[in-house]
């Protein structure tokens, strides 16, 4: 008898998961969750009532009649808990308060160093809170859930991270455990690459999309969707594009491998490969100390060296793109990061390369575009992971507890 109740609550569980999933993308009657979920109207109205009861769902008041009496029209309370969204890169901290609904109530990014320890940057993330606090004092108390995204390979069961190139001092840090303790709250954390591609994913409100999100900045990483779902391999390090070779006799880059993707296309590369070429460009806007965005962005406005840098950029990424069009045949391939602000400066000549190197059947069902966020796709799939682990069974709980607490006034 036990273990009926059990999977009946199970059930429950899931459809009231279903529910919000359906009201986070629209605002919905009672009666078109019902037809669209398949559960009767009484069931339905039982977990509306009880999401109402923990000022989860709002009721908005009346919708247009097909036939019969107006319905009501509900919506997700966006206000109910928030998220922070947390980005730590080689050269950046970025931090995002959000809502339910992903919106960036407030934001910072700070200077970040491969030097710096955990304990560094936990500092900094701390003032950062505390910041955000003094601005938003009735929201912050509010956070549910922290999502992490940090570049390097993550085991995503534990939240350590596992020998990342970019943050060497990071090596075997259990980053998910170590924030929860400092902040008290829930915590995960996972690759920058494969939260780009969770963000695309997510706002693209599709659920069975196949999809490669390409992190084009410091390093070269990729994150793959398989029918939505994120593919790790057996030990969490997929999606390390940028260690593949795309030519057995070239040179060693970051990666240490010869004629890896990062020997051609890591900001390190290319920015070497700006300090080489400098002195032939005399009226170039680009200075020795030009960062990878600064040459990405002089390569869009037209800046002759700048455009030589990130063509070749392009023809190269073209060539690991065609490889793994092939293998995987996605319905989209993504590009973000810094060097992406360049725009068509890079996507032209790396279209061009998929048109010679893949084959039709797999070219003609790809669209490769850049990224819908900019330089920010990483920080809102942290936010869409916190999301992620509110929306689930072993979420839910805690979501219902911190939408239940009283509501404090901001000045």
Not at 69 to 87: G, H, M, Q, S
Not at 327 to 343: K, M, N, Q
Not at 358 to 371: A, F
Request: aromatic share 6%; net charge negative.
């Amino acid at each position: 008898m036990r273990s009926e109740t059990l999977d009946l609550n199970a059930i429950r569980m899931q459809h009231t998961l279903i529910l919000l999933r359906k009201l986070w993308y629209e605002d919905i009657s009672r009666a078109e969750l019902s037809r669209r979920i398949g559960l009767s109207r009484s069931a339905i109205s039982s977990i509306v009532s009880e999401l109402l009861d923990v000022n989860l769902v709002l009721e908005l008041g009346l919708g247009a009649s097909l036939g019969g009496r107006k319905p009501t029209i509900l919506r997700l309370n966006e206000n109910a808990a928030y998220l922070l969204a947390v980005d730590i890169g080689k050269r950046h901290l970025g931090v995002a308060l959000l809502d339910l609904r992903c919106n960036i109530i407030e934001e910072t990014t700070c200077e970040h160093h491969r030097e710096y320890t955990p304990e560094d940057t936990y500092d900094e993330l701390d003032q950062v809170i505390q910041g955000f606090k003094k601005k938003h004092p009735g929201k912050v108390p509010r956070i549910a859930m922290i999502g992490v995204s940090i570049a390097g390979p993550v085991n995503y069961k534990t939240g350590q991270v596992i020998q990342p190139p970019n943050l060497p001092s990071w090596n075997e840090e259990q980053v998910a455990s170590a924030i929860s303790r400092r902040f008290g709250i829930p915590t995960f954390v996972d690759n920058d690459a494969n939260l780009g591609a969770l963000a695309e994913l997510h706002f693209s409100g599709l659920s069975d999309q196949h999809l490669i999100y390409l992190k084009c900045a410091t390093g070269i990483g990729a994150g793959i969707l398989i029918d939505g779902k994120i593919y790790r391999g057996v030990s969490g390090g997929a999606g390390e594009i940028g260690h593949t070779s795309i030519n057995e006799n070239g040179p060693v880059g970051p990666s240490g491998y010869p004629g890896s993707l990062e020997s051609y296309v890591s900001g390190a590369m290319l920015l070497k490969r700006m300090l080489e070429l400098l002195p032939q460009y005399p009226q170039t806007c680009l200075r020795a100390d030009s960062t990878l965005q600064q040459l990405a962005l002089a390569a869009k406005d037209g800046d002759e060296l700048a455009t030589r840098i990130v063509e070749d950029a392009g023809r190269h990424l073209g060539i690991a793109i065609a490889n793994v069009v092939n293998l995987f045949s996605p319905s989209e391939v993504i590009l973000g990061g810094d060097l992406c602000l360049a725009e068509g400066v890079l996507l032209d000549p790396l279209k061009q390369m998929l048109e010679q190197r893949t084959m039709l059947i797999n070219r003609e069902q790809t669209n490769v575009r850049l990224t819908r966020f900019n330089t920010r796709t990483s920080l809102y799939g942290a936010g869409v992971l916190a999301l992620y682990e509110l929306f689930d069974p072993n979420g839910l709980k805690h979501l219902y507890e911190v939408a239940k607490q009283p509501l404090l006034t901001e000045v």
